[in-house]
T-cell receptor
Framework: DSGVTQTPKHLITATGQRVTLRCSPR?????VYWYQQSLDQGLQFLIQ???????AKGNILERFSAQQFPDLHSELNLSSLELGDSALYFC??????????????FGPGTRLTVL | GDSVTQMEGPVTLSEEAFLTINCTYT??????LFWYVQYPGEGLQLLLK?????DKGSNKGFEATYRKETTSFHLEKGSVQVSDSAVYFC?????????????FGRGTQLTVWP
C-alpha cells in the first residue's frame, strides 16, 4: 500500500458527460501529479500541483482541469468526454519539493470507460 | 527533451531464467532513474532507483546500474519467479525546470512460466 488513495476505482459514463476523479496523497506529501495510461500513448504526465498551486502542465487537454485543496487532496475534472478519454488515470505524490528528483508514490488508479 | 526508451515486449521466460530489460534515456542534467512495476489490475510500485552515476539500485533480487557513459539503466534479475510476471516501466526525473515530473518508457510485459 503506497498510502495514496484514489476514488472511484472504476467509472463508466457516456460521451459528452463530465466526471471528477479524486486523490488523497500520502501524509506529508505536498506534490500531487496526475498521469494518464492508455494503450496507444502509454503513461503520460498531465499536471502537477504543489501545496495548492499548479506547477506544471503536460499533455493535458483543455477539456481537463484539476485543483488541489487546502487539505492537499486533489481532483481531476474531465468534461465533454470522448471515447478516446477511456484510460487509467493515476495520481502520484512525492515527498520531494517541486523541482526535486525523488520517487513518486502511485495510487491504485481510476479506470474510466467512456461509452 | 527528456525521454526513456525501453525494449519492446513481451518477454517470456521459464522460472529461474536470467532476466534483462534494456532501458536507455535522454535527459538534460543529471536525472534520477527508476524502475516501476505494475502487477495485473494494480497501480505502479517503485521497484528500485538510482540517483547518480554508477549507483546500483536493488530490491527483491532485481538490480540496475546507472551508466552515464551509455545513458542506460538496464534491469536484471538472476533467477525469475512466476510471481515476477508484471509490466516493468523505466522512468526518469530530471527535476529543475521539469519540476520532478516522471518520464516513462512504454513498458515491458514479462511473463514467467513454471
Amino acid at each position: 500500500d503506497s498510502g495514496v488513495t484514489q476514488t472511484p476505482k472504476h467509472l463508466i459514463t457516456a460521451t459528452g458527460q463530465r466526471v471528477t476523479l479524486r486523490c488523497s496523497p500520502r501524509s506529508g506529501d505536498l506534490s500531487v501529479y496526475w498521469y494518464q495510461q492508455s494503450l496507444d500513448q502509454g503513461l503520460q504526465f498531465l499536471i502537477q500541483y504543489y501545496n495548492g498551486e499548479e506547477r506544471a502542465k503536460g499533455n493535458i487537454l483543455e477539456r481537463f482541469s484539476a485543483q488541489q485543496f487546502p487539505d492537499l487532496h486533489s481532483e481531476l475534472n474531465l468534461s465533454s468526454l470522448e471515447l478516446g478519454d477511456s484510460a487509467l488515470y493515476f495520481c502520484a505524490s512525492s515527498v520531494a519539493p517541486a523541482g526535486g528528483k525523488g520517487e513518486q508514490f502511485f495510487g491504485p488508479g481510476t479506470r474510466l470507460t467512456v461509452l | 527533451g527528456d525521454s526513456v526508451t525501453q525494449m519492446e515486449g513481451p518477454v517470456t521466460l521459464s522460472e529461474e531464467a536470467f532476466l534483462t530489460i534494456n532501458c536507455t534515456y535522454t535527459a538534460t542534467g543529471y536525472p534520477s532513474l527508476f524502475w516501476y512495476v505494475q502487477y495485473p489490475g494494480e497501480g505502479l510500485q517503485l521497484l528500485l532507483k538510482a540517483t547518480k552515476a554508477d549507483d546500483k539500485g536493488s530490491n527483491k533480487g532485481f538490480e540496475a546500474t546507472y551508466r552515464k557513459e551509455t545513458t542506460s539503466f538496464h534491469l536484471e534479475k538472476g533467477s525469475v519467479q512466476v510471481s515476477d510476471s508484471a509490466v516493468y516501466f523505466c522512468a526518469l526525473s530530471s527535476g529543475g525546470s521539469t519540476l520532478g515530473r516522471l518520464y516513462f518508457g512504454r513498458g515491458t510485459q514479462l511473463t514467467v512460466w513454471p
